[in-house]
């Protein structure tokens, strides 16, 4: 069964730049979409970038089109993303899961997706 693992997270200021990375366990990316999830406090969590298990389709949330990249190594079986510009709202702890790509701008959980822990981001002066 996939495991993922988030890591990276940490304290920035705005307009910081931080990298996650999502490292996965007991399958092969090739087989799984991926999406990256938000979670701010006070709200629910959000889809904010997904790459394709082909890696022919990326999608990002319009709120973060332009300033974060998702990529993926199959060879380190790792998925990141790279979060430049970082505003106070994209303060937040953030998941990976496996990942529904709907439309250009949707990142779906998939229903059975386990939830780890997570990595903490906190934007602030």
């Known amino acids: 069964q996939l495991q993922l693992d988030e890591s990276g997270g940490g304290q920035v200021q705005p307009g910081g730049t931080l990298t996650l990375s999502c490292a996965a366990s007991?399958?092969?990316?090739?087989?799984?979409?991926i999406g990256w999830f938000h979670h701010a406090p006070g709200k629910e969590r959000e889809g904010v970038s997904c790459i394709s298990n082909g890696g022919g389709q990326i999608n990002y949330a319009d709120s973060v089109k332009g300033r974060f990249t998702i990529s993926r190594d199959i060879a380190k079986n790792t998925v990141y993303l790279q979060m430049n510009s970082l505003e106070p709202d994209d303060t937040g702890v953030y998941y990976c899961?496996?990942?529904?790509?709907?439309?250009?701008?949707?990142?779906?959980?998939?229903?059975?997706?386990?939830w780890g822990q997570g990595t903490q981001v906190t934007v602030s002066v």
């Open positions: 899961v496996p990942t529904v790509l709907r439309g250009s701008s949707y990142c779906v959980a998939h229903p059975d997706a386990s």
């Open positions: 007991g399958g092969t990316l090739r087989d799984y979409s």
